[in-house]
């Protein structure tokens, strides 16, 4: 018998109130209690998976080892549980109807009519069970994407329903999270959108376990009560989460109101063990208490969101920790970087980061800050598409191959420095067809990421289509530019370095996907450091 329990994050009132930090945070309590967790983030958009959405929809699209293309909440599940998360993790509709339409077409329905119900339940209560029944997690919280009252959100709500009828009560609850905004004309916090949001859900069928309230200011015992008592459940299901200064605190005051307890309660699993916190809580006393500064640019294209960039903000965060360092990003729009404004623009930086990317808009600007940190001894970190852009500026500049560009940007330069992979040449469709997920690579040992990882082989996270053209490859190692990572199987160049400055990284992979709060990721580490002991000089 499989013993798995279920909870259901689903949110009310409005979007943005953090579903994906409390199902984390709530994750991270029973984890540290000793239950083995996973988390589930369920898409209520009609795109197969978020890989062909551009960022300035949707944020950063998040990579997992298994090399599926998911949801930014599913980098803050590893980041909190420090476990991978796979496929399973993260559903969208338009996967579900897409397994629903091609059953049909084999004619597996039998010559029935297909409906949202069954057939659309079905698949989403089959896929919500998948983790479930792998047998290896005693608890699944699947995060219901949008806000309840939703059209789109329907059909997962009613199948939300029909699992808590199947499992029974003890086997599975719901946990809304809502907001309890604070009218400061009336100098009060109010009730009625929580009251209104329940309802709603309740108008399904579904009456919620719990309640997490966001909110700005304390609740108090009384509006507790009013809540409950409006919202059907006990005082003590109540929830309050008050606004962080981090998101890393969640887990803390999550623990401080009893969320852990009052959800192990309900689905009648016991623990004797409060949550060790003690590794997490190192990472925050750092964190909070920095004793030194950098500042690193971050040039990006989608700068003007910030989420576009979170697993590489976070990844900063760990790193900035690590190395007891306060870690200040200046945003910098690599279109609006220009020959004669980059110096200005980036000057007082103790590190240059460049960000991956898709297509030419900005890329000059990025080549340019490339330039700038190279050669004025800035500890430089190129991901993806920076790595590549570092390879053009080098042989733009140094080579003096002044057309060399990446066939992505033209197609007829004379220098491809850069170059579609041969097994993307045949390849037609955008979705899902890039290279990714996990793949190893082998490391030289005298390099500045062995240093970092000391290990010479490592396996790392792909999300592209190009790569280094190895034709150059001799030219721009005998310039001083070393490929000192490559795929052991393929010899693609996944790593490069300028052994003669302070610290010149370019990978052709994401290392920010695998950094955790308790594995902070290695080169991320060395790159701090780096600009701290560019900081000094
Ligand atoms: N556009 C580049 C490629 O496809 C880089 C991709 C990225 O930065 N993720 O190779």
């Given amino acids: 018998m499989n013993n798995t329990k279920y909870v259901f994050v689903t949110g009310g009132v409005t979007s943005s109130l953090g579903k994906g930090i409390i199902a984390a945070s709530l994750a991270k309590l029973l984890q540290q209690r000793g239950f083995s967790v996973t988390i589930q983030k369920l898409d209520p958009y009609i795109n197969i998976d978020p890989g062909t959405l551009n960022p300035y929809e949707h ?3 998040y990579v997992t080892d298994d090399g599926a293309e998911t949801d930014l909440d599913l980098g803050h599940y590893e980041r909190f549980l420090n476990i991978p998360t796979s496929q399973a993790n993260n559903v969208t509709t338009g996967r579900i109807y897409q397994s629903v339409i091609q059953k049909e077409r ?10 949202v119900i069954p057939h659309i339940t079905d698949e989403i209560k089959h896929r919500i069970q998948i983790l479930g029944k792998t047998g290896e997690f005693d608890i699944v919280i699947t995060e219901i994407g949008g806000t309840v009252g939703d059209i789109e959100s329907l059909p997962y709500v009613e199948s939300v329903r029909q699992l808590l009828w199947e499992l029974g009560e003890e086997n ?3 946990v809304h999270l809502t907001l309890v905004p604070y009218l400061a004309a009336a100098g009060e ?9 329940v309802k709603t859900l309740m108008e399904s069928g579904v009456s919620p376990d719990v309640l997490v309230c966001r ?8 509006l507790k009560k009013k809540l ?3 919202c059907n459940v006990k005082k003590e ?13 969640v887990p803390n005051l999550m623990l401080q109101e009893g969320l852990d307890e009052v959800v192990l309660k309900k689905l009648h699993l016991s623990s004797e063990n409060k949550p060790h916190l003690n590794a997490w809580n190192d990472f925050l006393k750092k964190h909070k208490n920095p004793v030194s500064e950098v500042e ?12 576009s960039y979170k697993s590489i903000t976070e990844a900063l965060i760990h790193a900035g920790a690590s190395n007891e360092t306060k870690v200040k990003v200046r945003w910098i729009h690599s279109e609006e970087l220009t020959p004669k404004n980059v110096s200005k623009k980036l000057s007082g930086l103790n590190g240059v980061l460049v960000a991956p990317g898709f297509g030419d808009r900005g890329i000059e600007g990025k080549i340019k800050a490339v330039q700038y940190a190279r050669e004025n001894n800035i500890p430089f970190f190129g991901i993806c598409l920076g790595m590549q852009m570092a390879v053009i500026e080098y042989a733009r500049n140094i080579l003096k191959l002044s057309n060399a560009n990446s066939t992505e940007m033209n197609e007829n330069t004379s220098h491809p420095v850069i170059g579609l992979m041969e097994e993307q040449k045949n390849i037609t469709d955008k979705g899902g067809t890039m290279r990714l997920g996990a793949w190893n690579c082998q490391i030289q040992k005298d390099s500045k990421v062995f240093e970092a990882y000391q290990n010479e082989l490592i396996s790392e996270r792909h999300r592209h289509r190009y790569e280094f053209n190895d034709q150059y490859l001799q030219q721009i190692q005998d310039a001083g530019m070393k490929a000192t990572g490559v795929n052991p199987k393929t010899g693609l160049v996944e790593i490069i370095e300028i052994p003669s400055h302070p610290w010149f990284v370019g990978v052709q992979y994401h290392p920010e996907y695998k950094s955790t709060v308790l594995n902070p990721h290695p080169l991320f580490i060395q790159f701090v450091k780096a600009s701290l002991d560019h900081s000094k000089n």
């Fill in 59 to 61: 944020g950063e699209c």
């Fill in 106 to 115: 084999r004619g597996e329905f039998l010559g029935k009519t297909v409906q």
């Fill in 172 to 174: 599975a609850i719901v």
């Fill in 189 to 197: 916090l109010k009730t009625k959108p929580t009251q209104h949001s």
């Fill in 215 to 222: 909110t700005e200011h304390q609740l108090d015992e009384k």
């Fill in 228 to 230: 409950a008592l409006f």
């Fill in 237 to 249: 299901d109540v929830i309050q989460s008050i606004d962080a200064e981090t998101i890393y605190d």
């Fill in 296 to 307: 690193i640019g971050l040039i990006g294209k989608y700068v003007e969101l910030h989420d």
